[in-house]
Structure formats: C-alpha cells, structure tokens
C-alpha cells in the first residue's frame, strides 16, 4: 500500500501560517495591553491633579480667613487625600492694582523641592 500526498486534501494549517497567526495575536494583545497601561497612568495624573484643585482651594479659603484674622500673607501644611499626603506652601505677590495679590500655590516633594501649581486665583487684601 502506498500512500499519496496531496495538497488538495490536506488538513490543518502549515507552520508559516500557524506562526502568522501567533505574530497578529501577540501584536493585538500587546497593543491592548499598552492602551490599558496608558490609561492607568492617565487617570493617575488626572487623579492627582484634582486632589491639587482642592487642596488649592482650601488653601485658598484658609489664606484669605487667616489673613483677615492674623494679616498674613503666606500659608504652608500638609493634606491627606486619597492616603496620599500632599505638603504644599502658598505665597501672595503683589500686582499692579493696589491691594491686589496674586496667589501662588507651590508643592513640596521629598527633597524639599518647590514645584508651582498653575492657578487663577487673585486675593484682595484690604489694608487699613
């Protein structure tokens, strides 16, 4: 008995189209995974940057009470948000219009590093 090969009749697939196939599903789970990763870091930042929003805006509410209480112009602490904590500072320099400050909000890293937060918020003080 002899056997006869036939492409016609062959079944499954070769190797070049198995390794094909491999290479499209490695390249589109890898793609999926780099898209998860990337959001993952996206919503870290984007998570971050709201706990600065509030606690720029507390802190803005803490300096315009302090300085009609005590007249002072600078603040510093510390912020526990999302069991993270925050150490910030915040300075008022002056403008252009008398009694208008603008207000400058700063964070502080490990190595006691200042690092600005973009805000718009002015803070009048009214002098005596």
Known sequence: MVLKY???????FSLVESLIALVI???TIGSIFFALQSNIFKSQKIRDRLSWQFITNNAYSELVLINKLLDKETLNGEN?????????????MPTAIENLHLFEFF????????????T??????QTP
Request: proline share 0%; no cysteine; charged share 35%.
């Open 6 to 12: 036939s492409d016609k009749n062959s079944n499954g």
């Open 25 to 27: 599903i490695s390249l």
């Open 80 to 92: 526990l948000v999302n069991k993270k904590k925050y150490r910030w500072l915040v300075e008022t």
């Open 107 to 118: 964070t502080i890293d490990q190595n006691d590093k200042k690092k600005k937060v973009k």
């Open 120 to 125: 718009e918020y002015y803070v009048y003080f």
